[in-house]
């Protein structure tokens, strides 16, 4: 069972450098999310999709753009990496946001220099 | 708005000992759902248990359990006997029937020493 994939798990950019984390489920999930997790901070969800064509964000949403073309898809794109962007993302899915239980990818990990 | 509260950093115990980890939430709205997901050191997050606020009955899965107080709104987790393996970084999580979104604490990292 693949569940959520996300890709790459490991990234280091530069800088200025764009980028886009891909998250895939084949799980035919309605609602998808992208959290981010930084020490001492617990996960934070960046944005948000209750399905294609629908996103809207989270608490963190600065830096980062999402699309959700498909229902499988949806890619946490940076624009122009910061420092600050530097965590390790996850990217969830469940058949809707309220009440059902989300599903996690492995988390990429991502270093921004 | 929507807050999850895990007061609690960091706890460490002796393997055996019985241990709880708080969680206290804020919602405005009166249907809600709470989780509880574990994350080991290998990273992944792990989901654990889902409550919903109409659902008071307090929860047990083997040395786990899960008590759920409204009154209070406080959604505690106790390990019973804990294993060097309940260590972990375990996290609360709260989605109300306002939004769409689950918004988690900032997790209480679990050390089992044997």
């Known amino acids: 069972n693949a569940g959520v994939t996300q890709t790459p798990k490991f990234q280091v950019l530069k800088t200025g450098q764009s980028m886009t984390l891909q998250c895939a489920q084949d799980?035919?999930?309605?609602?998808m999310s992208w959290y981010r997790q930084d020490p001492g901070m617990g996960l934070r969800l960046i944005h948000y999709?209750?399905?294609?064509?629908?996103?809207d964000q989270g608490e963190v949403p600065n830096g980062y753009n999402v699309s959700r073309s498909t229902t499988e898809d949806f890619p946490l794109r940076l624009l122009s990496a910061a420092p600050s962007q530097t965590s390790v993302y996850f990217c969830?899915?469940?058949?809707?946001?309220?009440?059902?239980?989300?599903?996690f990818g492995e988390g990429s990990w991502l270093t921004v220099v | 708005a929507q807050k999850v509260t895990q007061a609690q950093t960091e706890i460490s115990v002796v393997e055996k000992e019985d241990v709880t980890l708080d969680c206290v939430y804020e919602?405005?709205?009166?249907?809600?759902?709470l989780f509880w997901y574990k994350q080991p050191p290998s990273g992944e997050l792990v989901f654990l248990i889902r409550?919903?606020?109409?659902?008071?009955q307090n929860e047990i899965s083997g040395r786990y359990s899960w008590n759920f107080q409204k009154s209070t709104s406080s959604f505690n987790f106790t390990i019973t006997a804990s294993q060097v393996v309940d260590s972990a970084v375990y996290f609360c999580?709260?989605?109300?029937?306002?939004?769409?979104?689950?918004?988690f604490g900032k997790g209480t990292r679990l050390h089992i020493l044997p």
């Open positions: 409550r919903n606020s109409f659902d008071e």
């Open positions: 999580a709260l989605s109300d029937h306002r939004d769409d979104k689950i918004i």
């Open positions: 969830a899915s469940s058949d809707s946001g309220y009440g059902n239980t989300i599903y």
């Open positions: 919602t405005r709205d009166t249907t809600y759902y």
């Open positions: 999709s209750v399905g294609a064509g629908i996103t």
């Open positions: 799980m035919n999930h309605e609602y």
